[in-house]
């Protein structure tokens, strides 16, 4: 079955700018989870879905939303875009229930100039 | 909030030696810690997890060990080939209501030399 699948793969955007970012995630899957990926934080959490509900955010300013749709597939946004939003974003599926499997798409690399 | 460290930050290994990485975590309650391992240019791949109601879990060359009391478990990697090389991230997921975030730690980056 496919993967997980985020789009676009590769975005430039300019400071002030906003910017969208799509994930599908694993057919049957409820649960999506965005994550933030830098050399010098690592992996830091933003949010997680689970039927079109945030149930979890990380400590990220409000310039950072997302929302789920019906069929699972999540956005996120990004206002007001910063230098320091430069970063690898990442989502991940999972079915929802505690502690299961949680499965990354590939990712987007975000830049801002 | 979940704290990890992971230990070493790199390491290398001559091909067909194994590799071990360590990390620990802070809050007693988490009882979930998967390991990714991630491919330059790729999103993190699940290699294998453990739940806190096991000690040992194998899978081919792949091992995690958990010590709760001491909270902290570790990746074993044996008889390590060339494609082994990369990032790996240890995780612990909180339980509660932090039960849908996985926690990282900064990552090791293995280079099996051949």
């Known amino acids: 079955k496919a993967g997980v699948t985020q789009t676009p793969r590769y975005l430039i955007k300019t400071r002030g700018q906003q910017v969208t970012l799509s994930c599908s995630p694993i057919?049957?899957?409820?649960?999506v989870s965005w994550y933030q990926q830098t050399p010098g934080q690592g992996l830091q959490f933003l949010f997680e879905?689970?039927?079109?509900?945030?149930?979890n955010k990380g400590n990220f300013p409000g310039r950072f939303s997302g929302r789920q749709f019906s069929n699972s597939r999540s956005e996120m946004n990004v206002s007001t875009l910063e230098l320091g939003d430069s970063a690898l974003y990442l989502c991940?599926?999972?079915?929802?229930?505690?502690?299961?499997?949680?499965?990354f798409g590939q990712g987007t690399r975000l830049t801002v100039v | 909030g979940e704290n990890v460290e992971q230990h070493p930050s790199t390491l290398s290994v001559q091909e067909g030696d194994s590799a071990v990485i360590k990390c620990t975590y802070s809050?007693?309650?988490?009882?979930?810690f998967p390991w990714y391992k991630q491919e330059l240019g790729k999103g993190p791949q699940l290699i294998i997890d453990?739940?806190?109601?096991?000690g040992e879990k194998k899978d081919q060359r792949i091992a995690v060990t958990l010590n709760k009391t001491a909270k902290h478990f570790s990746l074993h990697i044996t008889e390590t080939q060339p494609e082994d090389s990369a990032v790996y991230f240890c995780?612990?997921?909180?339980?509660?209501?932090?039960?849908?975030?996985?926690?990282f730690g900064a990552g090791t980056t293995v280079t099996v030399r051949a």
């Open positions: 991940a599926s999972s079915t929802g229930q505690t502690n299961t499997e949680a499965f």
């Open positions: 453990i739940r806190s109601n096991v």
């Open positions: 995780a612990a997921s909180m339980g509660g209501g932090d039960d849908y975030k996985l926690s």
């Open positions: 879905y689970f039927s079109e509900t945030q149930r």
């Open positions: 057919s049957g899957h409820r649960s």
């Open positions: 809050d007693s309650a988490s009882n979930y």
